[in-house]
């Protein structure tokens, strides 16, 4: 059975950085297309960056320059390496894949995405 277990959130400071990870078990990260999205209470998932089979990476505007995915195909593993961190990063984060065999949507909306994970929170505070 396919899963996704998210994992690295916590507590940082504004300018500060995180690394979430998100390990996957019953196939490997570089035969899907696969997103980051954020959540805040009250609405709904918005898409952070893909990272599709071939490499291309895309992002939303408010992260460009900030937030960077990356994969371990070893270790079938996907990042979410979050820079300059702001306050209004503060949210749950969640790994997603899409179908197999799919590639990424030029605009990351959740909808595309069939496989999720739990949700790892983030909280920027001074």
């Known amino acids: 059975q396919v899963q996704l277990v998210d994992s690295g959130g916590g507590s940082v400071q504004p300018v500060g950085s995180l690394r979430l990870s998100c390990a996957a078990s019953?196939?490997?990260?570089?035969?899907?297309?696969m997103g980051w999205f954020l959540q805040t209470p009250g609405k709904e998932r918005e898409g952070v960056g893909s990272?599709?089979?071939?490499?291309?990476?895309r992002y939303a505007d408010s992260v460009k320059g900030r937030f960077t995915i990356s994969r371990d195909n070893a270790e079938n593993t996907l990042y979410l390496d979050m820079h300059s961190l702001k306050p209004e990063d503060t949210a749950v984060y969640f790994c997603?894949?899409?179908?197999?065999?799919?590639?990424?949507?030029?605009?990351?909306?959740?909808?595309?995405?069939?496989?999720w994970g739990q949700g790892t929170q983030v909280t920027v505070s001074s």
């Open positions: 019953g196939y490997t990260y570089n035969s899907y297309c």
């Open positions: 990272l599709d089979r071939d490499g291309t990476e």
């Open positions: 997603a894949a899409a179908p197999s065999a799919s590639r990424c949507m030029p605009r990351i909306q959740a909808w595309w995405y069939t496989t």
